[in-house]
């Protein structure tokens, strides 16, 4: 036996053993709590799952230092299944004449037709990130090539961010037992329809293709945990697919599809997951279906810039028809957005954020959008003015959040020597309102999806949040943008609809970024 594979099975059972500790002291823990307060706990193990009925309210002090210490044991789980997954990719490169370590079964598959899976990094392109650890397309992570392969797939997981990307060629999907609205539909003929009819609900054999060669964690993978419900693997019986579309072809299922914020991090992961799978995201060689059945969008045609052309709904593939197949020589599942490092979500990622990787995305989108020579504008300040629209079928015309003495603020700041535009982003296209924001020297708004735009502003740039509640994601996205400055002024609290007063402290503050810009 190698000193590898010595390795690998001492740390397998020292994580197990892990495991069967955390369980124990969580159980501990909760009952310890109970029985402060004189009430019994009932808990049923079932394999790796741990269920607690816990019949009190108070119990959070009592076992938030047991709680700690189990986290801990759980950062060092991870690393070490991180370490065991570094071995056996060492010994998948360096075999040697030992006992196979144990594998979860696989379906037969014809071995005349089966090709071996052949783990190669792409190559890195000028915008990967081998010095990103949150990267989804660092080389680190060994991506494998399977474009132009036959009968392979391969997830990869990374574990700091919980995203895993699938790659599978062939793929074979049936829109016919895809149960989901067929996408697109103009907003008008749709108003009032529940959401529940815009999510696919997969039957069997929703898809076909090789079973991935390692397992799939649970818990975090959001919808491919459900494709991969409606997936059937191919068998020696199956006969190789043809008339494949010969483009790699990235499947992605949106959301909260008409929030700019939620949407930047779908557009996010899927521009890290093309540079992985593809090494170059300018490419026009791939093509993009959206799993989902929304109807129109505000928010669709920055798809169709981004990556060549309108995505295609997948209940609208193979033009639509009835038990009509349609076959993709390689398909990749993009992560979804709520996994996206540039929304933290308060997850400790255990590493600082990157901002040459969100600077690389920037630049991907102003070229794209043909405005990568916009620069800053010297006193520009734009003021976000948040108007009432109708964004999906469930909306009402009103808008919270909104700014009740934007004229006076304007006023003062023309006095203050600056250029001042006031917008309403929801009557402007998406390539109008980058460049504003691009020639911005201070951008001010109130909490609000528009202000993700502080992606793409111009390195020397400010901008100023007028919170209105506890919510932080502009907080973190900031340091992804470490060449602009941030200034956050909380100016109500709840978050409510009505109106809002910048205070004439907040507005002098904001006026001294004018005076020495």
């Known amino acids: ?49 741990v269920s607690s009925q816990v019949l009190v309210t108070d119990w959070e002090d009592a076992i938030s230092t047991r709680r700690r210490y189990i986290e801990n044991l759980g950062l060092e789980l991870e690393a070490q299944n991180s370490r065991i997954s570094e071995l056996r990719l060492q010994l ?6 030992s006992p196979p370590l144990p594998t979860s079964p696989q379906p037969e598959i014809a071995a005349t037709t089966m090709a071996p899976i052949i783990i190669t990094p792409t190559s890195p392109s000028a915008f990967s990130s081998p010095e990103c650890p949150l990267s989804l397309s660092s080389p680190t992570l060994n991506f494998p090539d399977l474009n132009r392969k036959k009968f392979a797939s391969a997830c990869v997981t990374h574990s700091k961010l919980l995203s895993t990307i699938c790659q599978f060629s062939p793929f074979v999907v049936n829109p016919s037992v895809i149960d989901v609205n067929r996408g697109g539909e103009p907003l008008p003929s749709v108003m009032g329809q529940e959401e529940d009819v815009e999510y696919p609900k997969y039957s069997a054999a929703s898809f076909r293709g090789v ?5 799939i964690e649970k818990g975090h993978n959001w919808y491919l945990n459900k494709v991969m419900g409606g997936f059937k693997p191919f068998t020696s019986s199956d006969q190789p697919p043809t008339n494949c579309e010969p483009q790699t072809t990235f499947f992605i299922m949106r959301y909260e599809y008409v929030n700019l914020f939620h949407t930047m991090t779908d557009l996010f992961n ?11 995201p300018l490419s026009t060689n791939y093509k993009m279906v959206w799993l989902d059945g929304h109807p129109e969008g505000n928010l669709d045609t920055i798809w169709a810039e981004l990556f060549n052309g309108a995505p295609q709904y997948v209940k609208t593939l193979g033009g639509g028809k009835m038990n009509e197949a349609v076959c993709f020589d390689h398909a990749v599942v993009v992560p979804a957005g709520y996994t996206s490092p540039i929304w933290s979500n308060n997850r400790n990622l255990g590493s600082g954020p990157c901002p040459a990787l969100a600077e690389r995305f920037a630049n ?20 976000i003015d948040r108007q009432p ?15 009740g003495n934007i004229a006076i603020l304007e006023a003062e700041l023309v006095a203050a020597g600056g250029d001042v535009h006031v917008v309403k982003f929801e009557t402007m296209s998406f390539s109008e309102q980058l460049r504003e924001v691009r ?3 201070v951008l001010v708004g109130v909490h609000g999806a528009g202000l993700t735009h502080m992606l793409f502003m111009s390195d020397g740039a400010y901008i100023v949040e007028l919170a209105v509640n506890g919510l932080d994601m502009f907080q973190q996205m900031e340091k992804w943008k470490d060449k602009v400055g941030y200034h956050r002024f909380m100016i109500g609290e709840g978050g409510g609809g009505g109106d809002y007063i910048v205070s004439e402290q907040h507005r002098n503050e904001i006026v001294k970024l004018i005076v020495s810009s």
């Open 211 to 215: 079973n991935p060669p390692t397992s």
């Open 364 to 383: 991907f989108v102003l070229t794209r959008f043909h405005l990568e020579e916009t620069q800053l504008v010297k006193k520009r300040v734009v003021i």
């Open 389 to 403: 629209y109708t964004a999906h079928p469930r909306s009402k015309p009103h808008m919270p959040r909104k700014l």
């Open 270 to 280: 899927s521009f890290e997951t093309i540079t992985a799978t593809l090494g170059d």
């Open 92 to 97: 998948a490169s360096h075999p040697v004449a």
């Open 439 to 441: 020639e911005a020297s």
């Open 1 to 49: 036996m190698s000193n590898n594979q010595t390795t690998i099975r001492s740390l397998t059972l020292a994580g197990s053993v892990i495991v069967c500790v955390m369980l124990l002291l969580n159980l501990r823990s909760i009952t310890q709590a109970n029985e402060k307060h004189g009430m019994k706990a009932t808990a049923t193990a079932t394999g790796e799952e």
